[in-house]
């Protein structure tokens, strides 16, 4: 499995409309493709203009499948709009291994 982490900061006052852009593009990556296996996104809670990332994919391939989609190219003209230039880090990596409680499905 393949996770990507993104960390990225907001320009003031695009938060809203960062938001909306982020949550098309989550529900979209995780309902229309097959290789998604999650997508959540979270709000540092000492800047809410910093953001985080977290996707899993089943291999590389869905990667480069989810960065071929429509949804993913609205993404990234929103980012060009609403992300403070040269903020945005993409880690690309192997999941070694996860734990997870049903709580977290809340």
């Known amino acids: 499995m393949i996770t990507l982490t993104v960390s990225l900061?907001?320009?003031?006052?695009?938060?809203e409309p960062f938001v909306e852009a982020i949550?098309?593009?989550?529900?979209?990556s995780f309902t229309d493709e097959p290789g998604c296996l999650s997508f959540d996104v979270?709000?540092?809670?000492t800047d809410d203009h910093h953001f985080i990332l977290n996707e899993n994919y089943v291999d590389e391939k869905a990667v480069e499948e989810h960065r071929s989609?429509?949804?993913?190219?609205?993404?990234?003209?929103a980012v060009a709009q609403h992300v403070v230039p040269g903020t945005q880090a993409n880690t690309l990596a192997n999941r070694l291994f996860h734990h997870h409680s049903p709580e977290a499905d809340r």
């Open 69 to 77: 989609t429509q949804h993913f190219k609205q993404w990234r003209e």
């Open 23 to 28: 949550r098309t593009n989550a529900e979209r």
């Open 42 to 45: 979270s709000q540092d809670l």
């Open 9 to 15: 900061q907001v320009l003031p006052d695009h938060l």
